[in-house]
């Protein structure tokens, strides 16, 4: 699946080249669609389609009467879903109203986990690391005790 750290650049007309590690799986297994939506105003979520379309099921059933957050999440989540073709040049052109939401510039992060990728503003993303790397390993071995 998706793993590692890209730097790349938005280009003037808002596309951003997908890295050949990632675009033979992208355009042979996934049918060379990506749906970008927004989960935070840290970062936009990046899902192969076949991918998207299990989350979004997923999202779309969650019980909207136990919290008022939840149904605000899946406004957020599937309201802001764009699906998104990578062209011939292996690129693929970023939604503008998502861009903005998440203060994208030209310098940004594409961060792989597993069967999606986040996609960081250069600068929030260092800052997102350093605040990962100070926190307490205790913490941290509390938490991921069950693995």
Avoid at 5 to 28: F, Q
Avoid at 45 to 60: A, D, F, G
Avoid at 73 to 101: H, M, N
């Amino acid at each position: 699946m998706f793993g590692g750290v890209t730097h790349l650049n938005i280009d003037t007309k808002n596309r951003i080249a997908v890295p050949a590690r990632y675009r033979d799986v992208l355009l042979n297994e996934h049918a060379n669609h990506i749906t970008i939506t927004l989960e935070s105003a840290q970062c936009l979520l990046l899902y192969p389609e076949q991918t998207w379309l299990t989350v979004r099921e997923k999202i779309q059933n969650l019980p909207t009467q136990a919290h008022p957050l939840v149904k605000s999440y899946q406004r957020l989540v599937l309201g802001y879903a764009e699906t998104v073709e990578i062209d011939k040049s292996g690129r693929i052109l970023l939604p503008s109203s998502l861009k903005k939401l998440v203060q994208l510039e030209k310098d940004i992060i594409l961060v792989g986990l597993g069967n999606r990728f986040e996609l960081w503003d250069q600068q929030k993303w260092h800052a997102e690391t350093e605040k990962a790397l100070q926190a307490s390993q205790d913490d941290l071995a509390a938490l991921l005790s069950g693995l």
